[in-house]
């Protein structure tokens, strides 16, 4: 893995997206993974460009502090199919797990994620899709304060997603807890 050319155009794409997110989910991954079995390099490359998509979303509308409209709202629904085009483009020989990943880390188990409805994940796409929750919900956002690790952990395990992964996560980031948001 550490031969892909694509790690000059990674900066670039993660300072749009949200490094410092896109960080946390990597390093969440990486330290939940060995509990699932899945290599931990790939699980943090996978965390790292879980979003690259965003790159297609105006800046304006991720910063948005207010309701997206129905069409900015498809714009950012749009993004794990735009990741994964663009991963295809720079890294043709990319592990088929690590696209389905970037491409489904929206899908939920109830079949109301997106961009498919998938009703099952593999569990390096539920590891990325739990990791992506989890951070998400302890940073703060324009429109909410940043929960607390409990508080986040009760939201999880409410959302409808492998509970073995969502335990993983749990126990990876009481272990991260020294790091800056997980």
Do not use: F, N
Request: glycine share 6%; charged share 25%; proline share 7%.
């Amino acid at each position: 893995m550490h031969d892909i050319t694509l790690w000059p155009s990674v900066g670039g794409v993660l300072e749009a997206c949200g490094r410092e997110h896109a960080l946390d989910v990597a390093h969440l991954a990486r330290r939940a993974a060995p509990a699932l079995r899945i290599d931990p390099e790939l699980a943090y490359v996978a965390g790292l460009l879980h979003d690259v998509g965003k790159i297609s979303v105006p800046l304006d509308i991720l910063g948005a502090e207010r309701a997206l409209s129905v069409s900015e709202w498809t714009l950012v629904r749009a993004h794990p199919v735009e990741g994964e085009g663009l991963i295809r483009k720079w890294w043709p020989d990319a592990p088929a797990s690590l696209l389905h990943a970037v491409r489904h880390h929206h899908e939920r188990l109830d079949g109301q994620g997106y961009p498919d409805q998938l009703r099952s994940l593999p569990d390096l796409t539920a590891l990325i899709a739990v990791a992506d929750v989890y951070v998400a919900l302890r940073e703060a956002r324009p429109y909410r304060v940043s929960r607390s690790a409990q508080e986040s952990a009760e939201i999880l395990r409410g959302e409808p997603l492998p509970a073995h992964v969502i335990s993983a996560v749990l126990d990876a980031a009481v272990l991260c807890s020294a790091s800056r948001v997980v």
